[in-house]
């Protein structure tokens, strides 16, 4: 089992940046792909980010690419989002969660955090 906890989230301005860590604790880090999510109130649960154990595979949602980064130090046992240019529609809570594979399903992810509200205003 793995442990996640993310932190980072706030209430930042639109057009502002953003950065959000999520630490893991538990078996081996490295093992694992580790991939962002995203609920909006009243939405379904959304694929963000996506990055393979050794960071070699990364994938982004439409939604985001171009604004965002994700990234891992394996050292760290943690994983980042970067996020500029944020707009209110990024508004949401965020997830950080993993997997033995690197996938845009989130029902492939065993392991999840408990999740950290990101607020922008315009």
């Known amino acids: 089992q793995v442990q996640l906890v993310e932190s980072g989230g706030e209430v930042v301005q639109a057009w502002d940046s953003l950065r959000l860590s999520c630490a893991a604790s538990?078996?081996?880090?490295?093992?694992?792909?580790m991939s962002w999510f995203r609920q909006a109130p009243g939405k379904e649960r959304e694929f963000v980010a996506a990055?393979?154990?050794?960071?070699?595979?990364?994938e982004y949602a439409e939604s985001v690419k171009g604004r965002a980064t994700i990234s891992r130090d394996n050292a760290k046992n943690t994983m980042y989002l970067e996020m500029t240019d944020v707009k209110p529609v990024d508004t949401a809570i965020y997830y950080c969660?993993?997997?033995?594979?690197?996938?845009?399903?989130?029902?492939?992810?065993?392991?999840w955090g408990q999740g950290i509200q990101v607020t922008v205003s315009s």
């Open positions: 990055i393979s154990w050794m960071s070699g595979t990364i």
């Open positions: 538990g078996r081996p880090f490295t093992w694992y792909s």
């Open positions: 969660a993993t997997g033995p594979a690197l996938t845009t399903d989130g029902g492939r992810y065993a392991n």
